[in-house]
C-alpha cells in the first residue's frame, strides 16, 4: 500500500472541497484533495445561486435562520470567499459577472426565469431577456431542448436550427472547441436574416475557451449572443469544475481522482488517516487536518435508509428532520423539501458537532441547515463554507 | 350499446359484443386501464389463494387462467407460482390449502426448501416449504389494447380520455350518454339501447347518473415496485390472505403488495408510507433481498368489491365472485371480480345483454385468439441498442423515432398515451428526465400546444411525486433530490412559472 503525507486531506470534489482545497494549497500547504469522480457540480447550471429567495442576497443572509451555514461563517466571510472566487475564474480565463447585492434573471430551457446571482460570462446578455427580440439558435436532434417551450412563453421571440451532426450537448460542446467549426457556424449565422436583438443558443459553446467562441460569434455577427443552461450533463457546470480543478493544481495541489475513502484512523480525538480505495492499488494518506465535502444525497455524502440518515465516511451523526414520513412534503414544487435541511451541524469552526474530532472540518451541501433548495443557495454556500472551512483549518495548521 | 369504463372487463366485453356482431361504444375517461386494472399485481391467479375460502372463485380461475394462456399468449409469462410457509405460519391451514387446491381442480406440487431454493435463489433460506401453483404474470395494459384491437376492427367506436358526465333518460330509460373530452372540454352525446356500466370502483358513481344504486365496499390497496427482477416466479406466502404477501415478476421489475384499507371515495387516492413499510417488510420476509432493493414508487388501486348485504366485512372476506345486476332500467352494471377473471365477466355480461336484445349468438370469447399479438413485438434489446444515438429515455431505451410513430399511429396530444405504450418513462427516473423531451418532441410535432405544454409537464411532475414520495430513501431518495434540482434549480418551475 502507498504511504503519502500531507498538511491537510480534503474529501470530496465539488465546489465546496474544490474552494477549500485552492485556498490551502495557495497558502503553501501540503494538500491533497481525494474525489469518487466528477462532482454533481457537472450537473448544475455553472451560476452561482448565493441567496434566490431574496433580492439582495447580502441583505438576506442576516435574515436566515442563525443555525444556518452563512450566519455560521458569517457574511464578511461570505463576501471575502465570493470576491476571491470571482477573481479566481477571472484568472483561470472563465469570468464571472454580477453583483453580490442584487439578484438577476436568466432564460432557462422552457422560457421561465431562473433568479441566480453570479453567472458565467457565456450568459452574461441574459439579463434583461424580455426587453429585446431573442432569436434562439437549436440544433437538429439534440434531445434536451426543445425551443418550443421558450417562443410560447416569450412573444419576441424567433428560432433557427443548425445540423451539427450531433444529438448531446457535449458532443456539440467538443465540436465548438475547433475552431473550423466554429468558423462554419458563424458564417450560416451570417447567412439569416436576423432582426436587431440578441442570439441564445443552448450552452454548448465549447469546453475550452467559450469565451473566445461568444468574442468570434459576436464579432462576426454584430449581436449580443448568450447560453441557456440546459439539463444535465451541462456544459457550463462541467466548465466550472474544471476551472476549479486546474487552479488547484496550479497550486501544487495533489489529486486522487476516482478514489472513494474505503476507511478512516482515529485516535484520541484525531483523525490520523485515511485508505482509499480506487483504480490502482490502495494507498494510506496521513494529514494533520482533514476537511469532508463530500456533499449531501446527490454527491453521495449523504445516504438514506429506510428510517435514517447516514453519513458515509465518518459515519457521523446526522441532523434529520424527523421521522421518513416528514421528509417530503406532498407537493412536488414546494420550495424545499425537509429532508433537505438533513446533514452535519458543526461548531463556529465548521468542526462536526459530537464527534470529538478536533482536526475534521465540514463545509457544503453535507451541512445541515442549509436548505438549499429553499433558499436557493447552491455554489454560494459551498463557496463560503469551502472558504470558512479551510480558514478554521489554516489557523488550526499554522 | 355503449359501454362505460376502459378496465380489463369493459374491454372484453367489447371484444364479446364485436364477436357477436353487436355495434358499440366504449367510453373511458382516462387511457386503457387506469382504474383498478392497471393498478393491480398482474397476477393471472390459478385460484390458489382463494380456494380455502372461496371455491367459487378458484374455480373461475383455474378455469379462465387455462383459457388466456391459450389465447392471450403475448400478454401472459408463464412463471408458475409459489406458495411458501414460514417458521411460524400455521401447519393446519396449508393441509387446509392443499385439500381446497384438490377439490377446486387446482394442481400443487410439494416442495422441500432446498427444491424451492433452487427454483428461487432469492428466497427466504429459512422456509419450511413450498408448493407450486400454476400462477402466471400478465400485463394487463396490454391485454386491454388487444381486446380494444377486435372490437375496433369489427366496427366499435372506442372513446379514451372521454368522461361521461350524464346518462340519458326518457322515460325513465337510459338510452344514450353525454361525454366530455378531457382536454378540449368538447361534448359528444352517443345514443344506445342498453348502457353497461363497467366502470369498476365507479359503479356506483355510475349508477347513481340512471337513478340507480349499486352497494360496494370500496377497499384501497396499494403495492411497489422494485428497480429489478427478483424472481422468475411469482411468490405468495402459504397463510390467509393479507398484507403484502405476493410477489410477481412482470418484465424487468417486480410487484409486490398489497394493503387493504377501506375507502369513501376511488378518487385522489395516498399512498400512507406507513403502507410502503408493511409491503416491505412483508415481502422482506419470503424474499430477503427485498428490504435492500431499490423501489422505483409505489401505485395504488381501489378494488371495485361488491357489499355484502348485512355485514360489515372487511375489504379481503368479502368474495372476489361478480355480480351482474340489470337494473331495469336500460343500465346494466358488472361488478367485483377480478383481472383473471375479467374474460368471464363480459361473457356472462354480454349474455345479460343478448338476452334483453332477444339475439342469440354464442361467446366465441374463449376459443378465438386475442387479435393483434404478432405486431407486439415486445422490447428486445437488440432493437433498442441499435439507435443509441437517438434514444430519449435512457432508463428503457425508447428512441425518438419510437416516440413519433406512437405519436403518430395514435394522433394523440396524450403524453401519458405515449408513456404507456413505449415504456417511456417506466424505469427508475419514472420520466424524470425524459417526459420533458417527449413533450419536447410532441410540441416539434404539433401535437401539443406548445401554450400548455408547461402544465402538462407540471402536472405529470405532481402525479409521478404522488408516487414517488411514499418510498423515497436510499438510491431513488438521490435520484429524485438530482430530479428536483433540475425542475427548481435549473428550470425554475417552482419561481411562481407555468
Known amino acids: 500500500m502507498g504511504e503519502h503525507g500531507y498538511d491537510v486531506v480534503i474529501i470530496g470534489g465539488g465546489v465546496a472541497g474544490l474552494t477549500a482545497s485552492i485556498y490551502l494549497a495557495g497558502k503553501g500547504f501540503r494538500t491533497a484533495l481525494v474525489s469518487r469522480g466528477d462532482p454533481a457540480c457537472c450537473l448544475s447550471t455553472g451560476c452561482i445561486d448565493v441567496l434566490g429567495a431574496h433580492e439582495d442576497p447580502m441583505k438576506g443572509i442576516d435574515r436566515l435562520p442563525r443555525n444556518h451555514p452563512y450566519r455560521i461563517a458569517g457574511r464578511r466571510t ?19 459577472r454580477g453583483s453580490l447585492g442584487r439578484n438577476t434573471g436568466i432564460l432557462t430551457p422552457i422560457g421561465t426565469t431562473k433568479t441566480t446571482c453570479l453567472v458565467p460570462i457565456t450568459m452574461e446578455a441574459s439579463s434583461g431577456f424580455t426587453t429585446t427580440h431573442i432569436h434562439v439558435v437549436s440544433f437538429k436532434g439534440l434531445r434536451d431542448f426543445y425551443p418550443s417551450y421558450i417562443t410560447s412563453r416569450l412573444a419576441n421571440t ?54 473566445a467562441v461568444l468574442q468570434r460569434i459576436r464579432a462576426s455577427t454584430g449581436r449580443e449572443i448568450f447560453e441557456i443552461p440546459t439539463l444535465p450533463p451541462s456544459v457550463p457546470g462541467i466548465r466550472l469544475f474544471r476551472a476549479l480543478k486546474d487552479a488547484f493544481l496550479a497550486r501544487g495541489g495533489h489529486l486522487y481522482w476516482g478514489n472513494a475513502v474505503a ?94 474530532l478536533k482536526n475534521l472540518f465540514a463545509c457544503g451541501s453535507i451541512l445541515a441547515h442549509g436548505e438549499i433548495m429553499r433558499h436557493r443557495c447552491g455554489h454560494g454556500l459551498a463557496i463560503a463554507t469551502g472558504s470558512a472551512a479551510a480558514r478554521a483549518c489554516e489557523r488550526l495548521l499554522s | 350499446m355503449i359501454i362505460i369504463g376502459g378496465g380489463a372487463t369493459g374491454c372484453g366485453i367489447a371484444r364479446d359484443l ?11 375517461r382516462g387511457d386503457f386501464a387506469s382504474g383498478a386494472t392497471g393498478a393491480c399485481h398482474g397476477l393471472l391467479h390459478s385460484g390458489a389463494r382463494y380456494a380455502v375460502r372461496d371455491k367459487e372463485a378458484a374455480r373461475e380461475c383455474i378455469t379462465e387462467n387455462a383459457i388466456l394462456k391459450t389465447i392471450a399468449k403475448k400478454c401472459v409469462e408463464v412463471t408458475g407460482g409459489l406458495f411458501v410457509r414460514l417458521p411460524g405460519d400455521s401447519k393446519r391451514y396449508r393441509d387446509e390449502f392443499l385439500k381446497s387446491c384438490e377439490a377446486t381442480g387446482i394442481e400443487t406440487v410439494i416442495l422441500s426448501p432446498s427444491k424451492a431454493l433452487e427454483l428461487v435463489p432469492s428466497l427466504n433460506p ?62 359528444k352525446e352517443i345514443r344506445g339501447r342498453i348502457v353497461v356500466n363497467a366502470s369498476g370502483a365507479w359503479g356506483d358513481r355510475v349508477a347513481r347518473m340512471a337513478g340507480s344504486r349499486v352497494p360496494m365496499a370500496l377497499s384501497k390497496g396499494s403495492l411497489v415496485i422494485t428497480n429489478h427482477r427478483l424472481t422468475n416466479v411469482v411468490i405468495n406466502r402459504l397463510r390467509p390472505p393479507s398484507d403484502g404477501d405476493i410477489i410477481v415478476p412482470n418484465e424487468a421489475v417486480c410487484l409486490a403488495g398489497t394493503t387493504s384499507i377501506p375507502v369513501d371515495s376511488p378518487d385522489n387516492l395516498e399512498i400512507d408510507p406507513s403502507e410502503v413499510d408493511t409491503v416491505t417488510t412483508q415481502a422482506e420476509q419470503m424474499v430477503p ?11 395504488t388501486g381501489v378494488r371495485p368489491l361488491l357489499k355484502a348485504s348485512g355485514t360489515e366485512a372487511d375489504g379481503r372476506s368479502i368474495s372476489r365472485g361478480f355480480q351482474i345486476i340489470d337494473h331495469k332500467n336500460g343500465m346494466i352494471s358488472i361488478l367485483g371480480g377480478k383481472l383473471t377473471t375479467y374474460r368471464l365477466m363480459a361473457e356472462k355480461t ?81 420520466g424524470g428526465f425524459c417526459t420533458y423531451r417527449a413533450l419536447g418532441i410532441m410540441q416539434e410535432m404539433g401535437r401539443v400546444d406548445p401554450d400548455v405544454s408547461l402544465s402538462i409537464l407540471k402536472e405529470f411532475l405532481q402525479r409521478r411525486f404522488k408516487g414517488i414520495r411514499p418510498a423515497l430513501w436510499g438510491d431513488q431518495l438521490r435520484e429524485e433530490q438530482l430530479i428536483e434540482s433540475i425542475y427548481m434549480g435549473i428550470l425554475a418551475m417552482g419561481q411562481g412559472h407555468g
Open chain 1, 158 to 211: 424567433s428560432v433557427s436550427v443548425f445540423d451539427a451532426g450531433t444529438s448531446s450537448t457535449l458532443g456539440l460542446a467538443t465540436k465548438f472547441d475547433e475552431p473550423s467549426f466554429v468558423d462554419d457556424f458563424c458564417a450560416w449565422l451570417s447567412g439569416l436574416e436576423l432582426p436587431p436583438g440578441k442570439i441564445a443558443v443552448p450552452a454548448v459553446l465549447g469546453l475550452k475557451d467559450p469565451k
Open chain 2, 126 to 187: 429459512a422456509i419450511e416449504e413450498a408448493v407450486r401453483v400454476p400462477d402466471c404474470s400478465i400485463d394487463p395494459f396490454r391485454l386491454c389494447l388487444l381486446n380494444a384491437t377486435t372490437s375496433r376492427r369489427l366496427g366499435g367506436n372506442i372513446l379514451t380520455h372521454h368522461e361521461v358526465v350524464e346518462i340519458i333518460r326518457e322515460k325513465g330509460r337510459c338510452v344514450g350518454i353525454r361525454a366530455r373530452e378531457r382536454l378540449t372540454g368538447e361534448i
Open chain 1, 263 to 356: 476507511s478512516v484512523e482515529t485516535r484520541s480525538g484525531q483523525v490520523e488517516a485515511i485508505t482509499m480505495a480506487g483504480p490502482c492499488r490502495p494507498s494510506r494518506a496521513h494529514a494533520r487536518a482533514f476537511i469532508l465535502a463530500t456533499g449531501s444525497f446527490v454527491g453521495g455524502g449523504l445516504f438514506a435508509q429506510r428510517g435514517s440518515v447516514r453519513e458515509t465516511v465518518f459515519d457521523l451523526d446526522v441532523k434529520v428532520p424527523g421521522p421518513r414520513r416528514d421528509w417530503f412534503l406532498n407537493d412536488f414544487f414546494s420550495p424545499g423539501h425537509p429532508v433537505e435541511a438533513s446533514g452535519i451541524e458543526v461548531d463556529s469552526s465548521f468542526r462536526p458537532l459530537g464527534c470529538g
Open chain 2, 18 to 28: 364485436a364477436l357477436r356482431g353487436v355495434p358499440h361504444y366504449l367510453v373511458e
Open chain 1, 78 to 96: 461570505v463576501i471575502d470567499a465570493l470576491e476571491a472566487f470571482l477573481g479566481l475564474m477571472e484568472e483561470r480565463g472563465l469570468p464571472y
Open chain 2, 289 to 299: 433481498a427485498f428490504g435492500t432493493t431499490r423501489l422505483i414508487r409505489a401505485y
Open chain 2, 350 to 430: 354480454v349474455d345479460v345483454v343478448m338476452d334483453v336484445l332477444g339475439f342469440k349468438v354464442p361467446c366465441r370469447t374463449a376459443e378465438l385468439p386475442l387479435e393483434g399479438q404478432d405486431e407486439l413485438s415486445g422490447y428486445p434489446l437488440s432493437k433498442r441498442l441499435s439507435k443509441l444515438d437517438d434514444i430519449v429515455c435512457e432508463c428503457e431505451l425508447v428512441s425518438r423515432s419510437d416516440v413519433q410513430r406512437a405519436v403518430n399511429a395514435m394522433a394523440t396530444p396524450y403524453v401519458g398515451d405515449i408513456q404507456h405504450r413505449t415504456r417511456l418513462g417506466m424505469g427508475p427516473c419514472q
